[in-house]
């Protein structure tokens, strides 16, 4: 299993922060430009990822607060899932951490591992620009 995270304090209650990212319509905002065909509903996500794949993604559970966990809605090239953990420091600040677990051959790992940091990379910033 590879596991790649980041994560940042956002000024925010956690509660702000979750209901943000428990809205699927609101990771369009995260993706980078590399993301087009975009298409959302609260639960799930439809895009493509320039050069390399379409993914549709949904939330499989929320923890309200806590924890958010999309899992592919059909078939991926390898088993994958997007968490966001969200723990709150103060009233006013959030600690939001993304993780991505993936099932990654060592070839897989050795092409996808670099983009996929990237992808958690810029999410977390976008984020933090975002939510402020």
């Avoid at 299993?1 to 990212?21: A, C, P, R």
């Avoid at 709150?88 to 051959?105: G, H």
């Amino acid at each position: 299993m590879t596991i790649i995270q980041s994560n940042v304090d956002i000024q925010k209650s956690v509660g702000e922060v979750y209901s943000f990212l428990s809205d699927l319509n609101n990771h369009e905002q995260l993706m980078p430009e590399n993301i087009y065909n975009w298409s959302s509903t609260t639960d799930e996500a439809q895009f493509t990822i320039k050069n390399m794949a379409k993914l549709a993604l949904k939330i499989s559970q929320r923890i309200e607060n806590k924890e958010l966990i999309c899992v592919p809605a059909s078939e991926a090239p390898f088993a994958i899932t997007l968490r966001w953990k969200l723990q709150q420091v103060d009233e006013q600040t959030t600690n939001a951490t993304f993780v991505i677990e993936a099932e990654l051959n060592m070839m897989m790992k050795m092409m996808a591992a670099g983009p996929l940091q990237k992808l958690v990379d810029h999410q977390v910033a976008r984020l933090k620009a975002i939510l402020g």
